[in-house]
């Protein structure tokens, strides 16, 4: 995946001149290498930065067959390239859903191999393609081997104007006590398999922070 160069400070320091105390670094992006994939992976992340960001500026989805009926996939995180259940991710959530909606409630959990209730596509789309709304997942202390890492995120999806409308954010961690030792060096999403396959049309893109001790 290609890399970008690019720095930008977000936060000045009061009476320094501007000196950058948070900086966000493009560190890859999705390219069209996710066409046609079920599981997409940022992979050899640099352990140079304090935490890292994935966002979600399109995220779309290729269905075969078509499906013709009310639709919608899960997107799931997952870390390390790990899905044999070895990480656990605990969660809560407060979402703004559906069924009624305009319905507000909470899910909270532990499930292995993936975080649920990340984010998800939907049936607004045209054809085969589907497209999901903004997501973001944000990873503190990625690289540290004496903490627990903590996870937030946020995200959009509405698939029709009485149902599934809404957001959620979340907070959540690894699980196990073993988890603590493990830096993050992969970053994956899965779509469930067939017949939900990423397409070429997403863009997303790994960001390194640097807190400057902040």
Same mark, same amino acid.
């Not at 400070?9 to 994939?37: N, P, R, T």
């Not at 996939?73 to 909606?101: C, H, K, R």
């Not at 961690?173 to 990423?198: A, H, L």
């Given at each position: 995946?290609?890399? @970008?160069?690019? $720095? &930008? !400070? =977000?936060?000045?320091? +009061?009476? %320094? #001149? @501007?000196?950058? $105390? &948070? !900086? =966000?670094?493009?560190? +890859?992006? %999705? #390219? ?11 992979? %050899? ?170």
């Amino acid at each position: 995946m290609p890399f @970008g160069a690019g $720095k &930008v !400070a =977000l936060l000045g320091a +009061a009476g %320094s #001149g @501007g000196s950058a $105390k &948070v !900086a =966000l670094e493009k560190i +890859a992006d %999705s #390219g069209s290498s996710w066409d046609g994939q079920s599981v997409v992976s940022f992979t %050899s992340i640099p352990q140079t930065y304090d935490d890292l960001l994935i966002t979600f500026g399109t995220m779309e989805v290729y269905t075969s067959p078509a499906q013709t009926a009310f639709w919608v996939t899960e997107i799931q995180p997952y870390l390390n390239e790990d899905y044999s259940n070895s990480w656990t991710y605990d969660f809560s959530v407060a979402m703004g859903d559906p069924n009624p909606a305009g319905t507000i409630f909470r899910s909270v959990g532990s499930t292995t191999g993936d975080l649920d209730n990340f984010g998800y596509v939907s049936d607004k789309g045209n054809g085969n393609e589907h497209t999901a709304y903004k997501m973001e997942l944000q990873i503190t202390n990625y690289t540290k081997t004496d903490v627990y890492k903590n996870l937030y995120w946020r995200s959009a999806n509405m698939t029709a104007p009485t149902s599934w409308v809404g957001g959620k954010k979340g907070f959540g961690c690894s699980g196990n006590t073993g988890d603590i030792s493990r830096s993050i060096t992969k970053v994956s999403f899965r779509t469930g398999g067939n017949p939900n396959w990423f397409d070429g049309e997403s863009k997303v893109t790994l960001w390194g922070i640097s807190r400057g001790g902040v």
